[in-house]
């Protein structure tokens, strides 16, 4: 089969008809039937059964869809990538950061960066770190923001400040003497948990930390986003472990307390980029306010 017999057949199996088909290739519908016409003469069986006026899969054709799924996804990849460098310069600064980074730390940059560039248009999106890495390499966007020390030839990552690892908990859960101590792992036995994704860069090191301690808190909610756990935290849900900046950013008032963990290690926040392209001057800037915000802590 030629490149354009796969892409009609791939479109007849998604919308279910030539007449969609065509409007989803942007073709006219005798051109999509011409086509697999000569689809089904190249394979030598049929790919469709006509009954009444409707498409039916063959056995064939449902074999041929399975094996067909990951080169329609490289298709979907490639339709993205030609999309984005149709753009050019005109695009604006497209940034994309993981859901703690991006609700407590990236605003007050996107501020500064803001007045610096009234003239300019930024998009700012939510991901997770996988989905950031391939946004990057499909030049989606220019600047990436993650804890998750990725490591890709095509992509170069530069730390640009460290957050430390704390427990949070609703307003009264811990006594004032408690407070001034760091939490060690034996005391989250018997307490309601909020246990973060292992498969989380952040998540497998507290994972790891517990294990290492022996402690397995009882846990009924596991959530993949720090900020939807110290929502559940102020819900008085029970005890979540963090990173410093959405414990702290913004302040909490009376909402909940926190705690440094007593963990011998730390996060670092990062910028992620293109390494064959350098950045736009308007995204070196964004980092640099990123920079300059210090050091975030758990005090």
Same mark, same amino acid.
Not at 147 to 154: A, E, F, G, K, L
Not at 248 to 251: C, K, L, M, R, T
């Given at each position: 089969m030629r490149l354009r017999h796969i892409e009609?057949? &791939?479109? !007849?199996? /998604? =919308?279910g008809s030539t007449n969609a088909a065509a409007r989803l290739l942007h !073709? &006219?519908?005798?051109?999509? &039937?011409?086509m697999l016409q000569h689809a089904e003469r190249t394979v030598g069986f049929p790919l469709f059964l006509r009954s009444k006026g409707k498409l039916v899969p063959t056995q064939e054709a +449902?074999? *041929?869809?399975? %094996? *067909?799924?990951?080169?329609? %996804?490289?298709?979907?990849? !490639? $339709? $993205? /990538? @030609? =999309?984005? #460098?149709?753009?050019?310069?005109?695009?604006? #600064?497209?940034?994309?950061?993981?859901?703690? *980074?991006a609700h407590h730390l990236l605003p007050q940059a996107v501020a500064r960066w803001a007045q610096a560039f009234p003239q300019l248009r930024c998009e700012l999106a939510v991901s997770h770190t996988r989905e950031i890495e391939q946004a990057l390499l499909l030049d989606e966007i220019e600047l990436g923001l993650?804890?998750?020390?990725?490591?890709?030839?095509? #992509? /170069? +990552? =530069?730390?640009?400040r460290r957050c430390n690892l704390c427990a949070i908990a609703p307003a009264g859960w811990w006594s004032a003497k408690l407070l001034t101590r760091p939490l060690q792992a034996k005391e989250l036995a018997n307490q309601p948990f909020i246990t973060i994704d292992a498969n989380d860069y952040l998540g497998a090191i507290l994972s790891n930390w517990l294990a290492d301690a022996g402690q397995s808190p009882a846990s009924a909610i596991s959530v993949q986003t720090y900020p939807l756990a110290k929502s559940l935290v102020q819900a008085r849900v029970g005890v979540a472990l963090v990173d410093s900046f959405t414990a702290?950013?913004?302040?909490n008032g009376a909402e909940i307390q926190v705690r440094p963990l007593d963990i011998d290690? &730390?996060?670092? @926040?990062?910028?992620?980029?293109?390494h064959e392209h350098p950045p736009p001057r308007s995204a070196e800037r964004l980092i640099e306010f990123l920079r300059e915000g210090g050091e975030a802590t758990d005090t």
């Open positions: 009609v057949f &791939s479109a !007849i199996m /998604l =919308t !073709i &006219s519908q005798p051109a999509v &039937s011409k +449902l074999r *041929l869809q399975q %094996e *067909l799924k990951p080169f329609d %996804e490289q298709l979907k990849r !490639i $339709r $993205r /990538l @030609v =999309t984005s #460098l149709s753009q050019g310069a005109a695009r604006p #600064l497209r940034v994309a950061a993981t859901p703690a *980074l993650t804890m998750s020390p990725v490591s890709h030839p095509n #992509l /170069l +990552l =530069t730390p640009l702290n950013y913004p302040p290690a &730390s996060l670092n @926040v990062y910028a992620l980029t293109q």
